[in-house]
């Protein structure tokens, strides 16, 4: 059970340059949700879906664009890369219930902007 | 809006207990989650709070006062696997948001032998 998967592990990206982090999960959870984390600010989140072809804004969305043409896929685009999107990022899929609906999380992005 | 505050750092023997406390001011409020993040690693699932009271797992508890917007992790017989970050984090009304998270700062634990 693969869970969610994050790809790539780690990138560096030139000031500018686009590019697309994949996060996939094979759980069939219906919430998707892109975080970043910087050192001594937690994670916030970016972008999050309820569900295939709705999406929405989190608390940080500026440079940032997603979109869920599937239940299983939810990548993150970075349109114009800036020093400032130097972060790790992290995916996180969780099923649709109303109790103790824990979020799993996948390994990671390390991505450098130079 | 969400603002969630806990402890940078604390620093525990092995074998000891450490409180983790976090306190959260949010707009809505639907569970309180506790993670655990070992360095270069991502966060996984401790705790899950709701309703008043104690949640016990093991050698882990969690408390939660939705009153006083104050709740707490509990660390007893620490090992030195337990050296890692504890985030806390608040979930906004699950059926509009998704199971949106926000998290505190995170908690860094250092367990010394």
């Known amino acids: 059970n693969a869970g969610v998967t994050q790809t790539p592990k780690f990138q560096v990206l030139k000031t500018g340059q686009s590019m697309t982090l994949q996060c996939a999960q094979d759980m069939n959870h219906e919430y998707m949700s892109w975080y970043r984390q910087d050192p001594g600010m937690g994670l916030r989140l970016i972008h999050y879906s309820v569900g295939a072809g709705i999406t929405d804004q989190g608390e940080v969305p500026n440079g940032y664009n997603v979109s869920r043409s599937t239940t299983e896929d939810f990548p993150l685009r970075l349109l114009s890369a800036a020093p400032s999107q130097t972060s790790v990022y992290f995916c996180?899929?969780?099923?649709?219930?109303?109790?103790?609906?824990?979020?799993?999380f996948g390994q990671g992005t390390r991505l450098t902007v130079v | 809006g969400q603002n969630i505050d806990q402890p940078t750092e604390m620093t525990a023997t092995e074998g000891a207990i450490v409180q983790i406390n976090c306190t959260y001011q949010t707009s809505g409020f639907n569970g309180l989650f506790w993670y655990q993040q070992h360095a270069g690693e991502a966060p996984t699932f401790l705790s899950y709070?709701?309703?008043?009271g104690l949640e016990e797992k093991g050698r882990f508890s969690s408390f939660l006062s939705r009153s006083k917007g104050y709740s707490y992790l509990l660390l007893k017989e620490l090992q030195m696997k337990d050296s890692a970050s504890y985030l806390c984090a608040v979930r906004d009304q699950v059926k509009a948001a998704g199971n949106k998270l926000t998290f505190g700062g995170g908690t860094r634990v250092l367990v010394k032998p």
């Open positions: 996180a899929s969780s099923p649709r219930t109303y109790q103790n609906t824990e979020a799993f």
């Open positions: 709070n709701v309703l008043d």
